[in-house]
Every structure is written in structure tokens, then in C-alpha cells.
């Protein structure tokens, strides 16, 4: 048996920030993950970017034209498995509700504080880590095919550029300047504060290397094999015998039900799957920007194993067998506007983006177990959000002075 002060449960980006936070404040922290390694679920098949611009969460569309295409699986920006619905019904009913006007703003509200120092705190981290090859800071694209689309990237740029955001407007031959390898577009706008990483998995990784060289423990290790002890610790099963624990974090991304549902509490927490496949560039092309492509909702990212295209959102349950019939649909999309070569990888990347109704994260206490914290449910931003809230948490649980109110995260607010 071993013993520490904190046991984190996942080693996704989430998980390995809140153990070096913890670690730096004095913590002896052991981390577990089922893998044994970081970043190979949810933190290793995503877009990479660090986005400063993500200032107003995901929302749920009010439009119905908009909605039946959803409904109807007829849009590549989003799938859904009827035989789901009866499970995810509820929560997307939910997340409907926190869509509306003035539930959307007081959301956006309380995701700011998190949002405006996401890139300052990997930064502190990646200096820490010596990972800075690993970043790129040029910015994303946002690509727009029709005029109408454009002028309404246009408001959306005006309204973010309020909170001090870089934002710049491409027309066509300025875009085709930036990116010579795409076909000729009405234009896209240039978000200068988002930061891109080469492959997110291997940042994380470099992360849980930092974790180790300052002394921390890491282990591979079962959530399921968890137990409240009879003196109010924590016992954790890992390869390497039990590890008990005084305070447990459960930052599990995804399967955070699987530990807080057991322990009687009715979280609203679902996910929004997503896939990504890896391709060659013909003609001598080159991606020089990760570019989202608005009206598909595909995003195209150069990653050390070639031009990655990542899907949007589908909706199923989460360990349900893979349908990836959205990278089809995208990539016959990117193929329109950009020279996409051959596959590289044999099957799609599956994974699954853990989300609450207000798209906000739970981080804090939880309710009715001393010693027992939360952190997770970071949406579509877990590897931007991951540092940030793991010092968040960490400043709770060390008694430190906050950087900000954390009441919209907490557990209970459902």
C-alpha cells in the first residue's frame, strides 16, 4: 500500500495540469490513469488548438431549418444515433434551455475568467516543460464559402474583438496569400491569440514528464477498483498494490460518471463524440493554420503525422461501437477547397468530448464526501481549458487566494 496526500483518477490534460498545480503547491500527489501513460483518450484526438477565442460556449442552434438538418442527419456538422435519443433526450432538452439568450450570456460570463488565461497558463507550463517546439503562434482561420456566411463571421469578429481579441479580415486574395493551397474563397478571418500544437498528445506527455521530474508518482490504475475507508480516505487500486489517498480527484474527462454516479450524485454529464483522421497534401501544398471550414463545421489542423481533419459533434452514447460517417462527409468538403492526399491512418480516431448543459466545467468540492473533488466536463475545450482549471482547483484545495469566483462551476448548481 502507498500513501499520499491527493490522488488524481486520469491522466488526460485536464488531469496531468491539476496533479502539477497540486505538485507545486507542496502536494504529495500520486496520478493514475487506466493507461498507465497521458494523453491518449480524450487530450490525444482533437483539433490542438488552445483557443483564446472561445469566449461564448457551444450552443444549442435556435434555428429550425438548422435543427431538422441536425435532427435529420443531413449536416456534416452533426450525427445522431436514434436509438440513443431516449438516454440523451433529457440532457439535450437541457442544453436547449441553457442555450436561450440570457442563459447563454451568464454562461459566457462565467467561462470568461477561465477562457482569458488559458494561454498564459500553458505558456507557464510548456516554459516549465521545455515544450516549446511543440507550440505554433499564428493563429486559426475560420473559412467562409458563401458572402452571407462571411458577413455573419464579420459580426461574429466584431462582437469578440469588444474583449480585446486580434482578429484580422481576409478578403479572397489576402486568404490565398495566407493559404496558397486552397481554392479561391470569399474570405475568412485570421484569430491571432489561439495557439496550435503539433500534436496535443505529445504536450500533454511532456507535461506528465514535468510531474515525474519534480518527484510525483504515476501509476496505472483503476477508478473502479475505488473505496471510501473507514478514517474518510480514499483507496485506489493500481498495478503496483492500493494507493490511499487523503483527497481524490476525479478528472476523468468522459467517464467521471463512472466514480461520481456510484457515489450518489446526479450530475448531468454527457458527450459529444468526435473523430479525426490523418491525410497527405498533394500538388506540393502545405497548411500553414489550422482552418475550420464554418458551414461543414470540419476543421483541417497540420499535425506532426500530416493534415488532421477533425469532425464535429455526434450524439450517441459514449462507449457505443463507432460510426464515422462524418469523416466521409467531411472530407469530401475539404476536397472542394483544399488538396487533400492520401488517408494515414487505417481507421478513424474515435473519442468523446465530456459536456454539462451549460457547457461549463465542474471544478471544486463535491457536496457530500469530504476530500473528494471535481474537474471535468471542459467540453470542446478541454486541452485550452486543462492548466487554468487545474490551478483553480488546485488554489481551493490549498486554502490559496482564488483568481476567481468559482461558484458557476461548482458541482450542485443543477
Known amino acids: 500500500m502507498q500513501i499520499a496526500d491527493v490522488a488524481v483518477l486520469g491522466a488526460g490534460m485536464v488531469g496531468v495540469s491539476a496533479a502539477l498545480h497540486l505538485q507545486a503547491r507542496g502536494r504529495d500527489v500520486v496520478l493514475l490513469d487506466r493507461h498507465g501513460a497521458a494523453g491518449l483518450e480524450t487530450s490525444y484526438g482533437n483539433s490542438g488548438l488552445i483557443e483564446r477565442g472561445s469566449l461564448f460556449p457551444y450552443v444549442f442552434p435556435r434555428d429550425l431549418a438548422q435543427i431538422a438538418k441536425y435532427a435529420l442527419n443531413l449536416s456534416p456538422q452533426a450525427n445522431c444515433h436514434y436509438s440513443a435519443l ?56 475560420k473559412l467562409h464559402r458563401s458572402v452571407r456566411s462571411f458577413d455573419a463571421g464579420a459580426k461574429e469578429a466584431e462582437r469578440l474583438r469588444a474583449f480585446g481579441l486580434r482578429i484580422e479580415t481576409l478578403e479572397s486574395a489576402a486568404l490565398a496569400a495566407r493559404e496558397p493551397g486552397l481554392a479561391p ?18 504536450l500533454t506527455q511532456a507535461y506528465a514528464n514535468l510531474f515525474l521530474s519534480r518527484g510525483g508518482r504515476f501509476l496505472a490504475g483503476d477508478a473502479h477498483a475505488l473505496e471510501e475507508t473507514a478514517d474518510g480516505r480514499w483507496s485506489v487500486g493500481a498495478a503496483e498494490g492500493p494507493i490511499v489517498a487523503r483527497e481524490l480527484v476525479v478528472a476523468l474527462g468522459p467517464w467521471s460518471d463512472t466514480v461520481f454516479r456510484p457515489l450518489g450524485y446526479d450530475i448531468p454529464l454527457a458527450w459529444k463524440r468526435g473523430y479525426h483522421m490523418h491525410y497527405g497534401v498533394r500538388d506540393g501544398a502545405r497548411l500553414r493554420h489550422p482552418l475550420l471550414d464554418v458551414e461543414s463545421g470540419c476543421l483541417l489542423a497540420p499535425m506532426t503525422r500530416g493534415v488532421r481533419l477533425t469532425t464535429g459533434a455526434e450524439f450517441a452514447l459514449r462507449d457505443a461501437p463507432p460510426t464515422p460517417v462524418q469523416i466521409g462527409r467531411c472530407e469530401r468538403r475539404v476536397r472542394e477547397i483544399f488538396p487533400l492526399g492520401e488517408r494515414q491512418d487505417r481507421t478513424p480516431w474515435m ?7 451549460d457547457m461549463l466545467p465542474v471544478i471544486g468540492r463535491a457536496p457530500r464526501h469530504a476530500g473528494l473533488w471535481f474537474d471535468f466536463g471542459h467540453q470542446h475545450l478541454g486541452v485550452t481549458l486543462g492548466p487554468v482549471s487545474g490551478r483553480l482547483l488546485a488554489e481551493m484545495m490549498t486554502g490559496e487566494a482564488l483568481f476567481v469566483d468559482p461558484t458557476p462551476y461548482r458541482a450542485d448548481r443543477f
Open 86 to 141: 431516449p438516454r440523451i433526450a433529457p440532457w439535450l432538452w437541457r442544453h436547449f434551455e441553457e442555450s436561450a439568450q440570457d442563459s447563454a450570456a451568464r454562461n459566457a460570463d462565467a467561462l470568461r475568467p477561465l477562457i482569458e488565461r488559458c494561454v498564459a497558463e500553458h505558456e507557464a507550463l510548456v516554459e516549465k516543460a521545455r515544450a516549446g517546439d511543440l507550440l505554433r503562434k499564428s493563429g486559426w482561420i
Open 185 to 202: 474563397l470569399p474570405g475568412g478571418f485570421h484569430y491571432l491569440d489561439t495557439l496550435s500544437i503539433d500534436d496535443p498528445s505529445r
Open 351 to 357: 473519442g468523446a468530448r465530456p459536456c454539462l448543459p
